[in-house]
């Protein structure tokens, strides 16, 4: 093989490609964009406090330390999971001899993984950013609505941080081939170096510096797919978002599901996180599970669903997604239902198709006397004050169209109920109709 090309130094490839003004920050355009609110806080000259809130690897403390060059402020970096109480008066004493030095110096502080301060460490910050000694900027990963005290909260903008990209991740690697700190890369290996970063600028950096110290020491000069599995390994391999391997083991988690194996079910819920699924992707397909194949059979599917997701917004992982597997174990022994689902693509397709027929009078909205004139909500029998709360042969379609049937509850959980009971009111429609007819002859 020929000689690499490229050239890496001693300096981590993460510091060396670190952004040293605002416009070398790849992504996040939805605050930082021209007119964007972080950015306009930026042009202010105003520091003011705020709490970056996205996943990892997405410049959280990139954008809080680019903010601290921009307003000339001291910047002290305190880690939530590492410090305490201690830090915290460390900043603060700090911040006041830069306050009250000959620089009158400004102060940022910048607190990593604040969430997992508890309330009286985040308390602790309140009566300084209130009195301005410093400016506070909090990153986490989780929902700042459930980690950081309201009283923090109210007093610091939130800028929500996305996930990068693929394009964004390709710049990165462009940014570092530039610099020629890693090998030429072969499309398909770059396309799985991308999958595998998830949108996290962190992991991409590390994995690039890996390749590079490891295709330095074997004079490799093209990363290939091929090597680039060789190398990595089985993390690279399992690991394919987007790629037909992922949508395959979906499909085979949501028919587990479907065919009530809560074993199975559980087993492609376990691959996927293990081949590096995003635990929120499968918080909806699961959510949707319980709405498309269970339905009304136990509407408590859903409710068990949405909470699992929510555990998991709080807690994270790994012990969110303890929740979450618990919600597949719940969807694959609960009673089966397609009955909404197909109810429901019926009727959109029916209305698609059909012309737009006017609403009878009698179903009119009446605000107007002249409305009323007009026979508007004529007629309408108010269904709480008939007998059992039904109005037994009322109408509630177009006057020209035949009623459709496009709900039909199947025999188990729930929907034997309701089924039993669409079956009385029908026969109560029924009933009611000939006694209709007769009175309009």
Same mark, same amino acid.
């Given at each position: ?38 950015? %306009? ?9 705020? /709490?970056?809130?996205?996943?990892? =690897?997405? =410049? ?41 030095? $000959? ?57 929500? %941080?996305?996930? $990068? ?9 462009? *940014? ?38 490891? @295709? ?45 194996? !809560? ?9 996927? $996180? ?11 397909? /699961?959510?949707?599970? @319980? ?7 136990? !509407? ?14 709080? %807690? ?38 059909? =012309? ?6 009698? %179903? ?24 059992? =709360? ?23 959980? $729930?929907?034997? *109920?309701?089924?039993? *009971? ?10 009611? *109709? ?8």
């Amino acid at each position: 093989m020929s000689s690499p090309s490229f050239h890496p130094t001693h300096q981590p490839l993460a510091e060396r490609l670190r952004p040293r003004t605002l416009a070398d920050v790849v992504g996040q355009q939805q605050v930082l964009g021209e007119g964007m609110p972080l950015r %306009l806080a930026f042009e202010s000259g105003r520091p003011h406090s705020c /709490i970056l809130w996205g996943p990892p =690897g997405v =410049g959280k403390t990139t954008i809080a330390r680019l903010m601290s060059d921009a307003f000339d402020a001291q910047f002290i970096s305190i880690s939530a999971v590492l410090g305490g109480v201690k830090d915290i008066r460390e900043a603060v004493e700090q911040a006041q001899s830069a306050r009250d030095g $000959l620089m009158q110096q400004r102060t940022i502080v910048f607190v990593d993984e604040v969430h997992r301060f508890n309330k009286s460490q985040q308390d602790a910050f309140l009566p300084h950013v209130e009195s301005g000694l410093f400016t506070f900027i909090g990153a986490t990963t989780e929902n700042p609505s459930f980690e950081v005290n309201s009283a923090l909260l109210s007093r610091a903008a939130v800028y929500v %941080l996305q996930s $990068l990209t693929a394009d964004d991740l390709r710049q990165i690697v462009e *940014k570092a081939q530039a610099l020629q700190a890693i090998p030429a890369i072969e499309s398909e290996a770059m396309e799985r170096l991308i999958a595998y970063a998830d949108g996290d600028a962190r992991r991409l950096l590390n994995t690039l510096e890996t390749l590079a110290i490891t @295709a330095e020491q074997a004079k490799v000069a093209t990363i290939t797919d091929a090597w680039l599995l060789k190398v990595l390994g089985e993390r690279m391999r399992r690991y394919d978002k987007g790629g037909e391997q992922f949508y395959d083991t979906i499909s085979a988690l949501h028919k587990s599901v479907r065919g009530s194996d !809560p074993d199975a079910a559980l087993y492609w819920f376990c691959r996927m $996180l293990d081949g590096g699924a995003d635990p929120r992707y499968l918080a909806r397909r /699961i959510v949707r599970m @319980a709405w498309e194949d269970i339905g009304l059979a136990d !509407p408590r599917a859903m409710q068990m669903c949405n909470d699992a997701a929510a555990t998991y917004e709080r %807690l994270g992982s790994p012990e969110g997604e303890l929740a979450l597997g618990q919600a597949v174990l719940y969807l694959a022994v609960a009673p089966k239902s397609n009955a909404g689902y197909m109810a429901y693509n019926q009727a959109k397709a029916f209305v698609k198709q059909d =012309g737009t027929r006017p609403v009878p009078l009698h %179903l009119r909205n009446a605000p107007t006397q002249l409305m009323k004139d007009l026979d508007y909500g004529k007629a309408y029998r108010y269904a709480h004050d008939e007998e059992g =709360g039904f109005a037994a042969g009322e109408s509630y379609f177009p006057e020209d169209m035949e009623p459709p049937s496009f709900y039909q509850p199947v025999p188990r959980g $729930l929907e034997i *109920k309701i089924g039993a *009971k669409l079956d009385e009111l029908r026969a109560r429609n029924a009933a009611a *109709k000939p006694a209709e007819d007769e009175a309009q002859d």
